[in-house]
């Protein structure tokens, strides 16, 4: 059940904030949405960035943002080869945007915890990995069975 948790926490935390802080920043308060970028950021190509790219239409950038992570979401969201690839893309967005500032390096520590989930199997998608399976009795009753 942990790495299904942590699979279901992770994908919608990322369905969460494409909401929460690319769509809505980047329409409620477009001058936050660019000082993402340009505050403090580790690598001054992301100030660049920002304020060439995202600056001029930051509520495309954030569509285009929160479409991305909403992907990502579904796909870790979902199983086998599709889950992979989310958690994938999921590492490769959170390592990306750590050089915005200081406050995102505990996205290091979020992205190793993806690596680690990344090694069990994800063999079903959410919905089903939650429903009980049928034809099996429940653990605490397989246990008690006399073998």
């Known amino acids: 059940m942990r790495p299904n948790a942590a699979r279901i926490f992770t994908g919608v935390f990322f369905i969460i904030m494409a909401i929460a802080v690319n769509v809505v920043l980047s329409f409620a308060a477009p001058d936050q949405f660019v000082k993402l970028g340009t505050d403090s950021p580790l690598i001054p190509l992301y100030n660049w960035f920002f304020q060439m790219v995202v ?9 285009v943002a929160a479409a991305g992570e909403t992907v990502i979401g ?12 989310g958690l994938i893309a999921a ?23 993806l690596v680690l989930l990344l090694r069990k199997d994800h063999p079903r998608n ?19 069975e006399p073998r």
């Open 74 to 85: 579904l796909l870790i969201l979902s199983g086998g080869r599709r889950a992979r690839v």
């Open 91 to 113: 590492i490769v967005f959170l390592v990306a945007i750590t050089p915005l500032g200081i406050w995102t390096l505990p996205n290091l520590v979020f992205a190793a915890g």
């Open 55 to 63: 600056a001029p239409a930051p509520q495309v950038v954030g569509i």
């Open 126 to 144: 959410v919905l089903h990995a939650l429903r009980p399976s049928r034809g099996r009795p429940p653990a605490e009753t397989r246990s008690a």
